[in-house]
C-alpha cells in the first residue's frame, strides 16, 4: 500500500490461516490521517493548536509514540527532536512532498520541548512549540504493526516495511537479507545486512530535497538549521525500527551519536564513499 509518502510492504509467516490485512490497512490510514502535519482535522493538529496550559486526552498509539520520541530527544540532549514544526516549514516543507512549496522563511528559534505527560495518555501543553513526530512515526508505526501481528497468532517470520524503516522478525532458522541502496542509484547495491530480529532504518539527504539539493528534511534539534557536512545516507540497525531512526538521524549532526547509541551498527555514505562502524 501506499501511505504517508512511502511505500508500505509486509510480509508474514503464521502457523495458521490469519485475517491480518484488514487491521494493517486500518492501522496505517490511521497513522497516515491522524499523524500527519499536514491535516487541520486530526489528533496532532488539535494537539499542536491546544492552549498553553491546557490538557488534552489521545488515542494510546500516539501518545506512546510522542514518548518514545520525548525520550530519544532528551536522551539526545535535544539533537533529535520531535518539535521542530515550525523550524521544516520554514524551511520550504510547509506541505506533502508531492506538493512541496520551495519558498523559505526566517528559521524560528528553538523553544523547550512543550509537552508534560501526564500519564493515561494525557498531555499537558507547556509553551507553544509544535510537533511534527516525522520519521519516528514510520519506525514506531513498522514496531507496533509488528508487535501487533505477532499478537495475533502464532507467527513463524515476518517483516513490516515502512518506507524502508523496517521491523522484523524470525522464530525459525530465517534471516532477512536486507540491501542498502546507493542513495544516487536505488538499483545498485552498496552493501547487504542479515538480521534475524530487529529494527532498521535509513535516513538520507538526497530522497527528500529540495531547491536542487540545497534543502533537505534533517534538521539539528539543537538549532533547527539543516545538516551541511558530507555524509548523503545512514542506515542503522537497532533492537527496533523507531531507535534505529532517531540513531541514523542524530548520526549525521555528530560524532557523538556513538556514545548515545553505542550498540547500533551505522552504515554511511558520503560524498567520498561508503563505511561502516
Not at 539526545?76 to 512549496?101: C, M, V, W
Amino acid at each position: 500500500m501506499h501511505l504517508m509518502d512511502t511505500e508500505i510492504y509486509i510480509g508474514v509467516q503464521f502457523e495458521e490461516p490469519i485475517s491480518w490485512r484488514p487491521l494493517m490497512t486500518t492501522w496505517f490510514h490511521y497513522v497516515a490521517n491522524e499523524w500527519s502535519r499536514f491535516r487541520e482535522d486530526n489528533e496532532l493538529h488539535a494537539l499542536n493548536t491546544l492552549p498553553i496550559g491546557e490538557c488534552l486526552q489521545l488515542a494510546s498509539p500516539l501518545y506512546e509514540c510522542l514518548q518514545l520520541a520525548h525520550h530519544s530527544y532528551e536522551q539526545t540532549n535535544g539533537l533529535f527532536s520531535p518539535y521542530l514544526k515550525r523550524q521544516i516549514e520554514a524551511h520550504g516543507y510547509k506541505r506533502t512532498f508531492a506538493q512541496l512549496d520551495e519558498t523559505s522563511e526566517r528559521v524560528p528559534n528553538i523553544c523547550p520541548a512543550p509537552l508534560q505527560f501526564c500519564g493515561q495518555n494525557t498531555i499537558k501543553k507547556v509553551n507553544d512549540a509544535t510537533v511534527d513526530i516525522g520519521g519516528i512515526a514510520k519506525g514506531y508505526a513498522a514496531f507496533y504493526a509488528a508487535k501487533w501481528l505477532q499478537s495475533l497468532s502464532t507467527t513463524s517470520f515476518g517483516i513490516v516495511d515502512v518506507g524502508g524503516d523496517m521491523e522484523m522478525w524470525s522464530h525459525t532458522d530465517k534471516v532477512w537479507s536486507i540491501g542498502i541502496a546507493h542513495p544516487h542509484d536505488e538499483a545498485q547495491t552498496i552493501a547487504t545486512l542479515t538480521l534475524q530480529n530487529g529494527g532498521i532504518a535509513t535516513s538520507s539527504t538526497v530522497k527528500r530535497s529540495w531547491a536542487n539539493g540545497k534543502k533537505h528534511h534533517l534538521l539539528n534539534g539543537q538549532t533547527g538549521q539543516m545538516m551541511t557536512n558530507d555524509k548523503l545516507q545512514i542506515t542503522a540497525v537497532a533492537k527496533h525500527a523507531y531507535i534505529a531512526e532517531v540513531a541514523a538521524k542524530t548520526s549525521f549532526f555528530t560524532e557523538k551519536a556513538r556514545e548515545h547509541f553505542r550498540h547500533v551498527p551505522r552504515y554511511i555514505v558520503t560524498t567520498n564513499g561508503y563505511y561502516a562502524e
